[in-house]
């Protein structure tokens, strides 16, 4: 069974990188994650490069996330679908320690650049 996660963002497509700016609060109180985006927004490419970069930062798979409201818009609602046995946001130092965990565990990873 998962877990549904629901996150509104606001992105700022054309940056020199893709990264978590902040987490602010809007006037209603609710979390806004503020997230610069290193794609251009034509033809989808910033909703595919934020939802890439969702999936990396909550260790889910490329399918498990996807622009819910927003689509053609800089404020959005994303889904996630978080898997029960996957942590939130698991932070690794490097790739080698991400791939001598996943070894331990004796999983198959494939890792995207």
């Known amino acids: 069974m998962s877990q549904v996660l629901y996150l ?38 910033a909703n595919h490069e934020l939802c890439c970069f969702l999936a990396r930062h909550f260790n889910v798979p490329r399918s498990a996330v996807s622009v819910s409201l927003g689509a053609r818009s800089q404020r959005k609602v994303v889904k996630i679908y978080l898997e029960k046995s996957i942590p939130k946001a ?24």
Do not use: C, F
Not at 20 to 28: S, T
Not at 91 to 102: A, D, M
């Open 8 to 45: 509104n963002i606001k992105v700022i497509p054309k940056a020199p990188k893709t990264e978590l700016v902040e987490i602010m609060k809007d006037p209603d109180g609710e979390e806004v994650w503020k997230i610069k985006v290193a794609a251009v927004p034509e033809k989808g490419k």
């Open 90 to 113: 698991r932070k690794y130092h490097s790739r080698e320690e991400r791939s001598q965990e996943h070894k331990q565990k004796g999983s198959l990873v494939r890792y995207l650049k």
